[in-house]
Structures are given as structure tokens and as C-alpha cells.
């Protein structure tokens, strides 16, 4: 807990420092992706909101979001929030202690963010304008590739190249929603979701086709709101 919360006053720092006119300060993707890192793998009370936070600090510095204070149009870096940024926020937002139709709701706006941007790569439409993701020395190179270990099999490094590199909602998002729903005890919502995963399917859309956990999800869903009903 102690190590998040000086991560956090950490990221947060930077952006006071940035905004005063210290350009270097800037919090790169990196930096970012840490923060929201940690905060997924702790779990602890208070993450969910600070991850939310941060998630849309990343949406207004991009230009995603037209409400914010910052000016995405000089922000140094591309911090266009990726798939693994938007499901580690989803992820704590359905194991919150309470959830609620309001945060069923919030959690269907990030999900429609995924698939607008999902939509832009596919017509080959970049939303970061080529920006750098972290800072470089022209000397040293690329310093923005990760080597994996050998023991990673083609299919996991795929999907984990997708989920830095692509925005676009996946199976993770969808079955993280509906989980969400069922927590909120929204029956008719998540079978709205369910419905939703069928159609993208069967129109081409590999990523989000339901499989066992989909199903089971609205089950369950769908079961325990009828116990509570009898």
C-alpha cells in the first residue's frame, strides 16, 4: 500500500510540474502503465477510483475527453490509453466492494471509448500523430522494445502485443463488463452485453466472441436475481 501511494503522489508530482512549465517532468506511457500496474495487482480500497482517475487523466491529455484542463494538443507523448489500461481499470471496478448501476454505466463509457478507438485503427487512423511513447536518447536507440523470454508462446506474446499497442475492446472487456453488470444485479443489462458480443461475433469480430464465462456470467446473473425475487 505504502509503495502505491508514493507511486501515485510520485505521477502525480510530475503532472504538477509539467503544468508549471517543466516540459521534462511530462509523465510518459511508461510511467502511466506503472501506476496503473500497481494499482491492479494490489486490489487495496481506494484503487479503483485512483485508477479511474488516472485513466482519464491519460483520455484528456490524448484529446479524448473535451472537459479537461490540459492541453492535448502540446502534451509530448502519446498516452492514448491501451487495452491493458482500460481492462486493469475495469478489473477493479468489478471486484469494488459495492457496484452499482452508476458504475455499470461508467464502465460501459470506457467500453464505447475501446470501440471508437477500435474503429479508428481499422480504418488505419492513428490518434497519437506519431508521438513518442517515452523519452529517447538518439544515441541509444530504441529504448521502447521489450524483449520476451523464451518460455512465452507465439499466441500469449500476440495477445499481450495487442493489448500495448491496440485500444480495442477483447473478450477481457467484454466478460470484465459483464461481471460488472452481475455485480450491479442488472440481469436485463447483461444480457443486453451478452447480445452485444453475439452480433460483433457474428459480424467479424473475433476478439469479443463470447465464449464459456460469457455465458456463465449471465447465468449466474440471471439466477441469483430470480432467488432474490422468490
Known sequence: MHSEL?????????L????????????????FSTVLNTLWRGKDKGDEARARE?????????????????????????????????NSTLAL????????????GHAQWYVSIMEKLGEKEERGEKQSQDLPQTYRDPE??????????????EEERERVRISETSS?????????LLSIAARAKEPEKAEEIL?????KSAD???????????FNTVRDCIIVSVCEMS
Open 6 to 14: 508514493t507511486l501515485i503522489l510520485i505521477h502525480s508530482l510530475l
Open 16 to 31: 504538477q510540474l509539467y503544468n508549471k512549465g517543466a516540459e521534462r517532468c511530462a509523465p510518459d506511457l511508461i510511467t
Open 54 to 86: 488516472i485513466l482519464e487523466v491519460m483520455l484528456r491529455l490524448s484529446g479524448l475527453l473535451a472537459d479537461g484542463n490540459e492541453d492535448s494538443t502540446s502534451f509530448p507523448f502519446d498516452v492514448v490509453p491501451r487495452n491493458k489500461h482500460f
Open 93 to 104: 471496478m468489478a471486484n469494488k466492494q459495492h457496484v452499482d448501476v452508476k458504475a455499470l
Open 140 to 153: 541509444e536507440g530504441d529504448n521502447g522494445t521489450s524483449i520476451d523470454p523464451p518460455t512465452v508462446t
Open 168 to 176: 480495442a475492446a477483447d473478450i477481457i472487456t467484454y466478460n470484465t
Open 195 to 199: 447480445e452485444e458480443m453475439i452480433k
Open 204 to 214: 467479424g469480430a473475433s476478439k469479443v466472441k463470447e465464449d464459456t464465462v460469457s
